[in-house]
C-alpha cells in the first residue's frame, strides 16, 4: 500500500486542523492506520492508531484533543486535531499494518512521507 499525508501547515495554539491519509495500492479495510509524529532531534512517537475494527488508541499526550477516523470506502484516514498546542509541533505520518501490533514505529511497514504542523504559541 502506499500512503500520502497531507493536511498541515502553521497554525496558532488553540487552533484545529485535519490531516488526511490517502492509501492506493491496497484495501484500506486490511490495515491497522496509525499516525506517528517526530519532533527536531526526537524520535519517532506514536499519536493514534485505529485497527480494521475501528477500535482506537491515543497516546495521552493527544488523547481528548485529536480523534482519528477511517472512511474505507475512500481510502482515507483523519486525524482531527482540536486544541493544538506548540508541543504538537512536528512532522506528521501516517502508517499502514498488518501486524498484531500496531502501536510502535516498528510494527508499521508502510509510511507516508509525512506532513508538518507548526503550532506557534
Known amino acids: 500500500v502506499q500512503l500520502q499525508a497531507f493536511g498541515g501547515g502553521l497554525v496558532h495554539t488553540g487552533d484545529s486542523l485535519r490531516l488526511s491519509c490517502a492509501a492506493s495500492?491496497?484495501?484500506?479495510?486490511?490495515?491497522?492506520m496509525g499516525w506517528f509524529r517526530q519532533a527536531p532531534g526526537k524520535e519517532r512517537e506514536f499519536v493514534v492508531a485505529?485497527?480494521?475494527?475501528?477500535?482506537?488508541r491515543y497516546a495521552g499526550s493527544v488523547k481528548g484533543r485529536f480523534t482519528i477516523s477511517r472512511d474505507n470506502a475512500k481510502s482515507t484516514v483523519f486525524l482531527q486535531m482540536n486544541s493544538l498546542k506548540p508541543e504538537d509541533t512536528a512532522v506528521y505520518y501516517c502508517?499502514?499494518?498488518?501486524?498484531?501490533?500496531?502501536?510502535?514505529?516498528?510494527?508499521?511497514?508502510?509510511w507516508g512521507q509525512g506532513t508538518q504542523l507548526t503550532v506557534s504559541s
Open positions: 502508517a499502514a499494518t498488518v501486524s498484531v501490533s500496531y502501536y510502535r514505529p516498528s510494527d508499521y511497514r508502510a
Open positions: 485505529i485497527n480494521r475494527s475501528g477500535g482506537t
Open positions: 495500492g491496497r484495501m484500506l479495510r486490511n490495515y491497522h
